[in-house]
């Protein structure tokens, strides 16, 4: 195969006539390299969360206690604060936190979460952001820089997860916070077999969601499919990395932040590592 690899020479090395095919799966391949250097779980994730775009809201309704975070963030900052939303989605925490007064950006890998956002927010309140958390760097710092939702486990490596707390870093004020919220793994780390869940989806349908986990690599593999109006189903797959708390601050470590908080939940319970409610809220602040 090698060898017939290089009688055949490229065709536009040789000048010979590219064609529109030829072009196009060069430009796709161009693109596909372009978002492995970026990391490959946000190539994973953007076809993922572009699949789940249209009923991600039903999946994960707002709800009036997502009001917490912007009163949680108003402890560390003034009102009016820049914040910038790290896989803003489709603006289910930037638009009440723009409610809120605060002047919010959000960066998003997902085109088709991008327009729902923009759908739900047809004043452009929150600034729309198409980009890769592993790579980003917008040129100004933010007062907040926040990672709700477990957005950093949406990374397939901990090189990921390294190279978007770079950019945290990059992106956040000298002054500033940086704001992640992660859920508790223990549960999903001695998961022995998939685990289904099911979430209705108003009169639209259902969809079902089947987690498995691989606890070496600390990967956890979504396998998502939608049953939507009477029509064939449709399955959406992404692979996520957990993240035990001590690994966060082993991050922040290298990316020269400091944990000055942690709690579970937005309205500072403490962290005990073990709440009923799995969340787990870090605040870091950047070093000297
Ligand atoms: C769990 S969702 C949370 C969305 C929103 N923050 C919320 O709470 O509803 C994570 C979002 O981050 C986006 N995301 C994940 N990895 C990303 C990356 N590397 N670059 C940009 N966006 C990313 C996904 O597309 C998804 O919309």
Redesign the pocket.
């Known amino acids: 195969m090698t060898e017939t690899l290089l009688e055949t020479p490229p065709a536009d090395v040789t000048g010979a006539e590219v064609t529109e095919t030829e072009a196009a799966e060069a430009a796709e391949s161009a693109e596909a390299a372009e978002a492995f250097a970026?990391?490959f779980?946000?190539a994973i994730?953007?076809a993922?969360?572009d699949a789940l775009a249209e009923v991600?809201d039903d999946i994960?309704p707002s709800t009036p206690d997502l009001e917490d975070i912007g009163t949680y963030l108003l402890t560390l900052t003034d009102p009016g604060a820049s914040v910038l939303?790290?896989?803003?989605?489709?603006g289910?925490?930037?638009i009440p936190l723009a409610d809120q007064g605060f002047d919010v950006h959000g960066?998003?890998?997902?085109e088709r979460?991008l327009a729902r956002l923009a759908e739900k927010d047809p004043q452009g309140r929150v600034t729309p952001v198409h980009?890769?958390?592993?790579t980003?760097d917008l040129g100004r710092t933010f007062d907040v820089v926040l990672a709700?939702?477990?957005?950093l486990c949406?990374?397939t490596t901990i090189d990921?997860q390294i190279a978007?707390m770079h950019a945290v870093a990059r992106n956040v004020a000298a002054d500033g916070h940086v704001v992640v919220e992660t859920f508790d793994p223990s549960d999903y780390h001695v998961q022995k077999r998939n685990e289904m869940t099911t979430y209705p989806l108003g009169d639209r349908g259902t969809m079902i969601e089947s987690v498995g986990v691989l606890p070496a690599s600390q990967n956890m593999m979504l396998q998502n499919t939608l049953f939507l109006d009477g029509g064939v189903p449709q399955s959406a797959t992404t692979v996520m990395r957990y993240l035990w708390p001590s690994e966060l601050d082993l991050l922040g470590a290298i990316a020269r932040l400091e944990l000055v908080g942690r709690y579970s939940g937005w309205r500072e319970q403490p962290f005990d590592g073990g709440d009923s409610r799995k969340m787990c809220v870090s605040v870091f602040r950047p070093l000297a």
């Open positions: 970026g990391g779980g946000a994730t953007e993922y969360s991600y994960y939303e790290l896989g803003v989605g489709t289910r925490v930037a960066v998003e890998t997902s979460m980009g890769n958390l592993t980003l709700p939702f477990n957005v949406c990374a990921e978007m």
